[in-house]
């Protein structure tokens, strides 16, 4: 057996999906040495997730990844209808819907836009960024055990060629999966609604299909063929295209039905694969264990039906990343880190109940009862727990979207100045901030930049201190109050 020296760093990163790739990215953006490793030898082949949140471009435009995420997306981008037929040739596009805000007046919830990337062209510009950004990557690599104790955690690797090394963190970060190896081996159980509603098979194909969609482009289009009814995602939106069959049977002749359901002879349609899956809630019982953590569908598990998957995981890895570099730094005390868990683990539980209650049927009315839309793309979820004094101020709304600055909460999108290039979302990150509306010599901040702001979420006299992912630690009128609750946070 051939076994490497061991080498030491930061942080490991077990999974080179999505999410690990953006742990590895927002680590680098703190300055913290990362090491991932990807047992595969490629990213994703599958397509996968498309929808990326508002909240989830935030993060990308925090790293300065928006733009190539955009360029990445242009495939897809004025494909936000959703559109139904009982065939794709007589299908029609729907309506857009437009989220509203209070008094029915639509609302600018963030300085990003939503767009639509399909997971297998997102993760090479992540992969590449990464690369970039002076994370170690390592694909065709895997964890195969590991051991922890008081001063870290003693991973052991091995390479598609047998190669065997070990690798010395002072954390893990387990971005390895629904089925986590790493999770299993901590023995974390799991609980939720498990299986909803019946298992699906994914079809995806490669068919051109420009000419057949052309001026009525959709990302999801609902198709009531008897034969096999399902949805079509648009994954270019020309020639790549994911066939999602209700029902369980993925050995069907599937060029056969795909060709009834779109209605047009497609002579070149090839079937790349058919995946039969189980929509699933489950949400890991704890976050953290220890020197591990856990991030995206390794702690999460929940249905498609609002795109809430990949984007809860990508703001799992955003709220990790600050506390894991600033313990790592020794800015911050140890036990900061258990607001991961009393933060991320709910909100996982309300994005994992939120998708399981949502339909597949693009063509139903909204729930009012459900969580307005935004709240869910804009990062409107109130932590109940975790690294923040709260002051006791009426709870953030859910059915509505109406982001007021709230403590625990994300601080609001305003743009600052007529400019509109600079949101207070880009305050924080990769440090604190103190957004202030009056004179920002009166606050003592112990070296946090002070920001003054003509905001309608702002009373006279008051402040709110963000944390490094904008989230309100703080909100009040003592100017000493934000440097003491800072160091009272960061003593854990
Ligand atoms: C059909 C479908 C549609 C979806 N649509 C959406 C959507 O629109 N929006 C959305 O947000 N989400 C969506 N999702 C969910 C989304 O795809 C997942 O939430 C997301 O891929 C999770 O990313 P991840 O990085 O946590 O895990 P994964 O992408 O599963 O990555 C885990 C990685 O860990 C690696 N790994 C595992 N064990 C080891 C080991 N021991 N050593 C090294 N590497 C290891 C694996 O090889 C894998 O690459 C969808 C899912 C499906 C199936």
Known sequence: MNVQR???????????????????????HHGVDVTLVEKRATTSPQPKARRLHMRSMEVFRELGLAAAVREAARDLAEHDHMATGRTLADARQLPL????????QPVEASPELPCLVAQDVLEPVLRRAAEDAGARVLFSTELTSFAQDADGVLAALRDRAGRESSLRAAHLVAADGARSPVRAALGIPRSGRGAIGGPQVSVYFHADLSAVVRGREF????LEHPAAPGALASVDGRTRWVFLANGGDPDRDWPALLRTVLGVPAPDLDVRSVLRWQPEELV????SDGRVHLVGDAAHVMPPFAALGANTGIDDAHNLGWKLAAVLSGTAAPALL?????????AGRFAADQSSRRSADVTSEPDAALAHPFVLAAGGFQYPAGAFVGDGGEAEPVTEFAPAGRVATRVPHRWLGPGRTLSTVDLAGPGWALAVA????????DGVPV???????????????LRPDDVVAW??????????????LLAG
């Open 6 to 28: 061991t080498r030491d760093g930061q942080v490991l990163v077990v999974g080179g999906g999505l999410v690990g790739l953006t742990t590895a990215l927002v680590l680098r």
């Open 97 to 104: 819907w437009q989220p509203t805000g209070p008094g029915e």
């Open 219 to 222: 990302n999801l289009c609902r």
């Open 284 to 287: 890991a019982d704890r976050y």
């Open 338 to 346: 258990d607001s991961y868990d009393a933060e991320r683990r709910p």
């Open 438 to 445: 009056d004179d920002p010599h009166r606050w003592r901040t």
């Open 451 to 465: 920001h003054r702001l003509d905001a309608d979420f702002l009373s006279p006299g008051e402040g709110l201190l």
């Open 475 to 488: 909100r009040g009128t003592d100017p000493t109050a934000p440097a003491a609750v800072r160091a009272e």
